[in-house]
């Protein structure tokens, strides 16, 4: 479960944050002070952890194992066991993947928040 441990009045946006795994942990990083904003333990794996930010999503994958985080509060929105698939350092890739535009990850978190509250509101 992710664990927020800022002090910041405000709200970190993608462009804020800087990701970074260790033995099936993430955390996220305000880039400019280096505090940890959140924690997360993956269930599953360990070792090697791999990250790509894929627009409104931080995908994390280690030992078979991946899951995909919200990436401004650390919370598991999915998760693949990937079986049958095997183990070993993972290997990721997304078309949104690539070098992430910062406005369009903040646009893209912008629309899936508001598809998250219309859904709520039906």
């Not at 800087?18 to 099936?24: E, P």
């Not at 955390?27 to 599953?44: F, H, I, S």
Request: with cysteine; net charge neutral.
């Amino acid at each position: 479960m992710a664990k927020s441990t800022s002090s910041s009045e405000r709200a970190p946006t993608i462009n804020d944050l800087i990701f970074v795994g260790f033995n099936k942990r993430i955390a996220a990083l305000d880039r400019y002070t280096g505090e940890k904003v959140w924690e997360w333990k993956a269930k599953q794996g360990s070792g090697f952890v791999a990250i790509l930010i894929d627009g409104d999503r931080l995908i994390v994958s280690t030992q078979g194992y991946t899951y995909c985080l919200d990436p401004l509060f650390g919370q598991e929105v999915w998760s693949n066991p990937l079986e049958g698939m095997g183990v070993g350092v993972p290997c990721l890739a997304s078309v949104r993947g690539g070098s992430t535009n910062p406005e369009s990850a903040a646009a893209d978190i912008t629309a899936s928040q508001q598809r998250a509250a219309a859904a709520g509101a039906t």
